[in-house]
């Protein structure tokens, strides 16, 4: 007897590679890296911060960011069913009422490993969790406006794992030029997501989502989204000029002036040039923000005393 072959014993039970798919582990790497750059911008040395870096890494991507991507799939479900048919949940392979058992246990999960990591990252982690679930879940749905939904992802992806990163190594409320920088940076991302807009313009006008394309056409979604990166990188290259750090602003302000160029190109066709322009522009950004954090490091190893060192 030849038996069919499945993604799970049972069929009312999600395999492991649906369960994967539902977590979209692509999708991990943005929170994960400015987890990574708080936790270097942080000043503790590399052999003491390595195991907490490690578990708030974890926590920024396969569980906060993991959670939030349940979550979206969950609510997104019936859309999907006629979008992309061939999502996890609407092909069928993550069964009934498991995309939300999976969203409300991952977020769970992700609480109760924050508080391990001390009092302002179990907050600032709840604070994450609401805007992943405000994000996609009714009566919210923050996502159906570009100008708000793009800000809390921006500020969730970028700005909690950095100041959480900090907070979790420096033991305390992260100082106020790490606040600045991590929030600077959530700003900038705002702009990155636009970016994934221009893909889904009929798409999303159709089912009433007013993206930044949609609310304000191809052409002045683009300017918004260079200008939007580009200033935020700008006053941060400012900070580190006014912090004593000139050469590695220089450094940050190449990265800039680079990505500056190939806004020019793709500001010529936005709707033709969005993917090339995310590839390597977005590239470029998270480059700066390392940059950044190892400027941020030099600043916060000098405050240290000598004796205390």
Known sequence: MEITPSHSLRP???GL?????????????PPMWAYACGAIASGAPIHAMAPTALLGIVLAGPLLCGSSQAVNDWFDRHVDAINEPHRVIPSGRMPGRWGLAI?????????AVAALLGPFVFVAALLGIAFAWGYS????????????????VGLSYETLPWITAAAALQGGTPAPETLAVA???????????????????????????STLPVLHGAANAARI??????????????LLVHWGLPVLAGVLALLIAVQVACMARFLADPVGRAVWYSAIGV????GGMMVTAFAMRGLAV????SAAM
């Not at 989204?225 to 990188?233: D, G």
């Not at 590239?283 to 998270?286: A, M, Q, R, S, T």
Request: hydrophobic letters at 50%; one cysteine or more.
């Open 12 to 14: 009312d039970v999600p």
């Open 17 to 29: 590679s649906a369960i994967v798919a539902l977590l979209k582990p692509i999708t991990w790497f």
């Open 103 to 111: 969203a409300i246990a991952t977020s769970g999960l992700s609480a």
């Open 137 to 152: 879940a009714p009566p919210f749905r923050f996502k159906r406006n570009g100008w708000l939904g793009n800000g809390v």
């Open 183 to 209: 929030l600077l940076y959530g700003v900038g991302a705002h702009g990155i997501l636009t970016l994934n807009d221009f893909k889904s313009i009929r798409g999303d006008r159709l089912m009433g989502i």
């Open 225 to 238: 989204a260079c200008l939007v990166m580009a200033v935020p990188q700008i006053v941060v290259a400012g």
């Open 283 to 286: 590239g470029l950004y998270v």
């Open 302 to 305: 000098s405050a240290v005393p």
